[in-house]
C-alpha cells in the first residue's frame, strides 16, 4: 500500500504555526514511508476564503520546504464530484432534501441526528466534502489536531453510508502559549509568515515545529533529513505541547552554527554576499549570531567602513594613548606583504614588546577600533579577513 497523506488548511488567515504542524507531521510521515504529500485547499467558506490567504498559506509551506506530489486542489472547482456522492445518497433514501438543503440521515444508535451534507446555496459542508476528497485522492493516513475529534464520528457515518474504506485518523494534540490556555495572537506571534520575518531559519522551524508534540529520545537539535530518517506516528504526544520562544531561539542558533556558509550565504544581506572572503567569514562568526539579523551584524564589521562602538569599550580602550600607539601600529602593518594571520600576530608582538607593553595592552583596543566590541572572535583572525586596506582605514580613522 502507498501511504498518502494530505494537508488541507482553510484559505481564511496565514498559516498558523498549529497548522504547519499538521502539515509537518503528514509531510514527515509521507516521506518516511517513500508515500505522496497532498495540498488540497479546502475553500467552500466563500465569505471568509480568500486569494490572498491561499498565496500566504502557499508561501509559507515553500519557505518550510514542504513540498508536495499533488495539488493544490480547490474544493470549490469539485462541486461536480461531490453532486455524484449525495445523488447517491439521495437515490438509496439515505439523504433526503429539506428547505433548499440536503441532509444525511443519522444514525440514532450512535447519537448521530439528521445533518446538513449541502447547504442550501449548493455547497457542500466541511464534513462531506472533506470525507469525499479523502477517498477520491486515496488518503490512506489523516493526521490532524485533536480540535477535529468532534467531526470524526459524522465523516465515519458519511463513508459508512457511502459503503466506503475511511483512511487512518491520527489525532495530536493542540499546542498552548505558556498560560496553559490555547495559543493565539495573544501570546505573540502565531504565523510560520510573521516567524519568517523575524528572521527564524526554516530548518529551525522545522525542527521545532517536530518537537511539538514528538520526541526522539532527548534528542533536540534535528535536521530535516534527521527528522524524516526518525520521525513515527506511534512517537506522537497524548498531551498538549506548550509553545516556548527560548527553544525556537536556542534551536535557531544551533542550526546557524551548524549550517555550512554557502547555506547562510543564501540568506544574509546581498551587499555582503559579494565580499571575496565572505563563506571564511561566516565560519568565523556564525556561533555568535541567534538569528540572521544577528548573523548580519557580527558580518558587519569585517565590511563596514563606518563602525558602531560599544560605549563602556570605547571609553575603556579608545584612549588618546592607546589611539596614538595604534596608528603608530598601522604603519608598521603597511609594511606587511603577505597578510597572514601568522604575520599579523608576530607584528602585534614585536611592537608591544618594542613599546614595553603587553600584548593584550594593543590587542584589546585594537580589537575594539577594528570590531567596535570589547568581545570578538580571535582578532588576527578577524584582521586577516577584514584585509589590510580596510584595517588600516579603521584606524587612522578612529572616532573619539
Same mark, same amino acid.
Given at each position: 500500500? #502507498?501511504?498518502?497523506?494530505? +494537508?488541507?488548511? $482553510?484559505?481564511?488567515?496565514?498559516?498558523?504555526?498549529?497548522?504547519?504542524?499538521?502539515?509537518? +507531521?503528514?509531510?514527515?510521515? #509521507?516521506?518516511?514511508?517513500?508515500? !505522496?504529500?497532498? =495540498?488540497?485547499?479546502? *475553500?467552500?467558506?466563500?465569505?471568509?476564503? #480568500?486569494?490572498?490567504?491561499?498565496?500566504?498559506?502557499?508561501?509559507?509551506?515553500?519557505?518550510?520546504?514542504?513540498?508536495?506530489?499533488?495539488?493544490?486542489?480547490?474544493? #470549490?472547482?469539485?462541486?461536480?464530484?461531490?453532486?455524484?456522492?449525495?445523488?447517491?445518497?439521495?437515490?438509496?433514501?439515505?439523504?433526503?432534501?429539506?428547505?433548499?438543503?440536503?441532509?444525511?440521515?443519522?444514525?440514532?444508535? @450512535?447519537?448521530?441526528?439528521?445533518?446538513?451534507?449541502?447547504?442550501?446555496?449548493?455547497?457542500?459542508?466541511?464534513?462531506?466534502?472533506?470525507?469525499?476528497?479523502?477517498?477520491?485522492?486515496?488518503?490512506?493516513?489523516?493526521?490532524?489536531?485533536? *480540535?477535529?475529534?468532534?467531526?470524526?464520528?459524522? !465523516?465515519?457515518?458519511?463513508?459508512? $453510508?457511502?459503503?466506503?474504506?475511511?483512511?487512518?485518523?491520527?489525532?495530536?494534540?493542540?499546542?498552548?502559549?505558556?498560560?496553559?490556555?490555547?495559543? $493565539?495572537?495573544?501570546?505573540?506571534?502565531?504565523?510560520?509568515?510573521?516567524?519568517?520575518?523575524?528572521?527564524?531559519?526554516?530548518?529551525?522551524?522545522?525542527?521545532?515545529?517536530?518537537?511539538?508534540?514528538?520526541?526522539?529520545?532527548?534528542?533536540?537539535?534535528?535536521?530535516?533529513? &534527521?527528522?524524516?530518517?526518525?520521525?513515527?506516528?506511534?512517537? /506522537?504526544?497524548? $498531551?498538549?505541547?506548550?509553545?516556548?520562544?527560548?527553544?525556537?531561539?536556542? /534551536?535557531?542558533?544551533?542550526?546557524?552554527?551548524?549550517?555550512?556558509?554557502?547555506?547562510?550565504?543564501? /540568506?544574509?544581506? &546581498?551587499?555582503?554576499?559579494?565580499?571575496?572572503?565572505?563563506?571564511?567569514?561566516?565560519?568565523?562568526?556564525?556561533?555568535?549570531?541567534?538569528?540572521?539579523?544577528?548573523?548580519?551584524?557580527?558580518?558587519?564589521?569585517?565590511?563596514?567602513?563606518?563602525?558602531?562602538?560599544?560605549?563602556?569599550?570605547?571609553?575603556?580602550?579608545?584612549?588618546?594613548?592607546?589611539?596614538? =600607539? =595604534? !596608528?603608530?601600529?598601522?604603519?608598521?602593518?603597511?609594511?606587511?606583504? &603577505?597578510?597572514?594571520?601568522?604575520?599579523?600576530?608576530?607584528?602585534?608582538? &614585536?611592537?608591544?614588546?618594542?613599546?614595553?607593553?603587553?600584548?593584550?595592552?594593543?590587542?584589546?583596543?585594537?580589537?575594539?577600533?577594528?570590531?567596535?566590541?570589547?568581545?570578538?572572535?580571535?582578532?588576527?583572525?578577524?584582521?586577516? =579577513?577584514?584585509?589590510?586596506?580596510?584595517?588600516? @582605514?579603521?584606524?587612522?580613522?578612529?572616532?573619539?
Amino acid at each position: 500500500m #502507498t501511504i498518502r497523506t494530505r +494537508f488541507a488548511p $482553510s484559505p481564511t488567515g496565514h498559516l498558523h504555526i498549529g497548522s504547519a504542524r499538521t502539515a509537518l +507531521f503528514n509531510w514527515l510521515y #509521507t516521506k518516511k514511508n517513500k508515500g !505522496q504529500f497532498i =495540498l488540497r485547499i479546502e *475553500d467552500t467558506d466563500r465569505e471568509r476564503s #480568500t486569494p490572498e490567504a491561499t498565496q500566504a498559506i502557499l508561501d509559507g509551506m515553500t519557505w518550510l520546504g514542504l513540498n508536495w506530489d499533488e495539488g493544490p486542489f480547490f474544493q #470549490t472547482k469539485r462541486l461536480t464530484i461531490y453532486n455524484k456522492y449525495y445523488t447517491q445518497l439521495l437515490e438509496q433514501n439515505l439523504a433526503f432534501k429539506k428547505e433548499g438543503a440536503i441532509y444525511i440521515k443519522g444514525d440514532p444508535g @450512535k447519537d448521530i441526528d439528521d445533518f446538513v451534507i449541502i447547504k442550501s446555496d449548493g455547497h457542500p459542508v466541511y464534513n462531506f466534502a472533506v470525507v469525499i476528497d479523502d477517498y477520491e485522492m486515496q488518503i490512506t493516513h489523516v493526521i490532524r489536531g485533536d *480540535d477535529h475529534l468532534s467531526n470524526t464520528p459524522r !465523516q465515519i457515518h458519511i463513508y459508512k $453510508s457511502l459503503n466506503l474504506k475511511p483512511p487512518k485518523f491520527i489525532h495530536v494534540p493542540m499546542i498552548l502559549g505558556s498560560d496553559g490556555e490555547r495559543l $493565539s495572537k495573544r501570546h505573540g506571534a502565531t504565523s510560520i509568515q510573521e516567524f519568517q520575518k523575524m528572521d527564524y531559519l526554516p530548518e529551525a522551524m522545522l525542527n521545532y515545529l517536530a518537537r511539538l508534540g514528538w520526541a526522539y529520545g532527548n534528542q533536540e537539535f534535528f535536521t530535516t533529513e &534527521d527528522l524524516i530518517d526518525k520521525f513515527s506516528i506511534n512517537k /506522537l504526544g497524548k $498531551s498538549a505541547a506548550v509553545f516556548d520562544k527560548e527553544k525556537l531561539d536556542w /534551536l535557531n542558533a544551533e542550526h546557524i552554527k551548524n549550517a555550512t556558509a554557502p547555506r547562510l550565504k543564501e /540568506l544574509i544581506s &546581498d551587499e555582503y554576499k559579494k565580499n571575496n572572503n565572505i563563506e571564511a567569514i561566516l565560519d568565523l562568526v556564525k556561533s555568535r549570531a541567534k538569528t540572521i539579523s544577528g548573523l548580519n551584524k557580527a558580518i558587519s564589521y569585517f565590511i563596514e567602513e563606518t563602525i558602531e562602538y560599544e560605549p563602556k569599550a570605547k571609553e575603556e580602550y579608545l584612549t588618546q594613548k592607546n589611539i596614538e =600607539l =595604534l !596608528q603608530i601600529l598601522s604603519s608598521q602593518f603597511e609594511n606587511i606583504s &603577505d597578510w597572514t594571520i601568522e604575520n599579523i600576530e608576530s607584528t602585534v608582538r &614585536d611592537f608591544a614588546q618594542q613599546q614595553s607593553l603587553k600584548a593584550g595592552d594593543l590587542i584589546h583596543p585594537l580589537r575594539v577600533a577594528l570590531t567596535g566590541a570589547e568581545v570578538s572572535p580571535g582578532i588576527f583572525e578577524v584582521m586577516a =579577513l577584514m584585509g589590510k586596506n580596510l584595517v588600516l @582605514k579603521k584606524i587612522q580613522t578612529i572616532q573619539k
